[in-house]
């Protein structure tokens, strides 16, 4: 087998609900050699005899199996680890690639040495409903301080990292409860140039009901707070007005999340916080449609993003 262009690194626990459309589409990658490296985070024995099969029949992809559960972040490390490729990508097990996605990311990490991470467009679904919008990056390259405002490049799955910049910060951070990735992709901006391409190349699939860290809110709270700790030099050299807008972000982020799970009440409490903090159309009508619940917050940001 040709050594890899990309190592994609899949943690899963207990995920076999869509753990097989998820390494399908990474296989189906264009252009690309890639190699899978699933990371079996302890799950039971439906999951574990899915990566098995996997496995056996496709000889690029490797499991590995933690012998205790070690969460999503310390997982994707040991996949990093054993990653061969110079390039690595990450992907949930309930998450989906089209076609084009590596090879038109791995463009921008080959025209430019000091590109160090490049994310890409985002298709956010609800498999319940068959409804979902579309989120783009407002721009094709951001700095430190315009990630450090607000997380641009969304969750693992969408983005590309160059393995050198990844172990030069050290990794995802395993305190972290929650948005681990953000706090990664914030220390990685620090020192390489960070690029997006601007199209949607990948879909969030979000199974409502199902276990998972978007279900418990708090954990998304105590992220954020653990993220404000250990970055908090760099959000107190921000002007007044940014760090305002940076926390409304934070509120705002939480809002989504709380919406995502029907928990209506603490989606207008953040959704308000954000709009008494930086005022805009965005946190505004968050706190207005938070009552109406998940459905209706989804339908109208469909429709608005087009």
Same mark, same amino acid.
């Given at each position: 087998?040709?050594?890899?262009?990309?190592?994609?690194?899949?943690? &899963?626990?207990?995920?076999?609900?869509?753990?097989?459309?998820?390494?399908?589409?990474?296989?189906?990658?264009?252009?690309?050699?890639?190699?899978?490296?699933?990371?079996?985070?302890?799950?039971?024995?439906?999951?574990?005899?899915?990566?098995?099969?996997?496995?056996?029949?496709?000889?690029?992809?490797?499991?590995?199996?933690?012998?205790?559960?070690?969460?999503?972040?310390?997982?994707?490390?040991?996949?990093?680890?054993?990653?061969?490729?110079?390039?690595?990508?990450?992907?949930?097990?309930?998450?989906?690639?089209?076609?084009?996605?590596?090879?038109?990311?791995?463009?921008?990490?080959?025209?430019?040495?000091?590109?160090?991470?490049?994310?890409?467009?985002?298709?956010? &679904?609800?498999?319940?409903?068959?409804?979902?919008?579309?989120?783009?990056?407002?721009?094709?390259?951001?700095?430190?301080?315009?990630?450090?405002?607000?997380?641009?490049?969304?969750? &693992?799955?969408?983005?590309?990292?160059?393995?050198?910049?990844?172990?030069?910060?050290?990794?995802?951070?395993?305190?972290?409860?929650?948005?681990?990735?953000?706090?990664?992709?914030?220390?990685?901006?620090?020192?390489?140039?960070?690029?997006?391409?601007?199209?949607?190349?990948?879909?969030?699939?979000?199974?409502?009901?199902?276990?998972?860290?978007?279900?418990?809110?708090?954990?998304?709270?105590?992220?954020?707070?653990?993220?404000?700790?250990?970055?908090?030099?760099?959000?107190?050299?921000?002007?007044?007005?940014?760090?305002?807008?940076?926390?409304?972000?934070?509120?705002?982020?939480?809002?989504?999340?709380?919406?995502?799970?029907?928990?209506?009440?603490?989606?207008?409490?953040?959704?308000?916080?954000?709009?008494?903090?930086?005022?805009?159309?965005?946190?505004?009508?968050?706190?207005?449609?938070?009552?109406?619940?998940?459905?209706?917050?989804?339908?109208?940001?469909?429709?608005?993003?087009?």
């Amino acid at each position: 087998m040709r050594f890899p262009d990309v190592s994609v690194v899949l943690p &899963t626990h207990n995920g076999e609900q869509g753990l097989v459309a998820s390494v399908d589409s990474v296989l189906a990658q264009e252009g690309v050699v890639v190699e899978i490296i699933i990371v079996d985070d302890n799950s039971g024995a439906e999951t574990a005899a899915i990566c098995a099969r996997l496995a056996k029949c496709d000889s690029r992809i490797v499991v590995v199996r933690n012998e205790s559960n070690l969460g999503a972040a310390e997982s994707r490390n040991v996949g990093v680890e054993l990653a061969r490729a110079d390039v690595v990508a990450f992907m949930d097990d309930d998450d989906y690639w089209y076609p084009e996605k590596l090879s038109r990311q791995l463009c921008e990490l080959s025209n430019d040495e000091r590109v160090g991470l490049v994310g890409c467009g985002r298709y956010q &679904t609800f498999t319940e409903d068959d409804v979902g919008y579309v989120s783009i990056p407002r721009k094709e390259e951001f700095s430190y301080e315009e990630l450090l405002i607000e997380n641009w490049l969304g969750g &693992t799955s969408s983005v590309i990292v160059r393995k050198v910049a990844f172990l030069e910060v050290g990794g995802f951070r395993k305190q972290f409860p929650a948005r681990e990735e953000y706090d990664l992709w914030l220390r990685i901006s620090r020192y390489w140039k960070v690029r997006v391409v601007r199209a949607v190349l990948m879909e969030y699939r979000q199974a409502l009901g199902r276990e998972r860290i978007s279900s418990d809110v708090q954990r998304y709270v105590r992220g954020s707070e653990l993220l404000n700790e250990l970055h908090v030099d760099s959000i107190q050299a921000l002007r007044n007005t940014l760090r305002r807008r940076r926390m409304a972000e934070q509120y705002q982020f939480i809002a989504a999340q709380a919406i995502k799970v029907n928990s209506r009440w603490l989606s207008f409490k953040y959704s308000l916080r954000a709009f008494v903090l930086s005022p805009s159309i965005r946190s505004a009508s968050g706190a207005v449609i938070a009552p109406f619940g998940y459905r209706a917050a989804v339908r109208i940001r469909s429709w608005i993003s087009g």
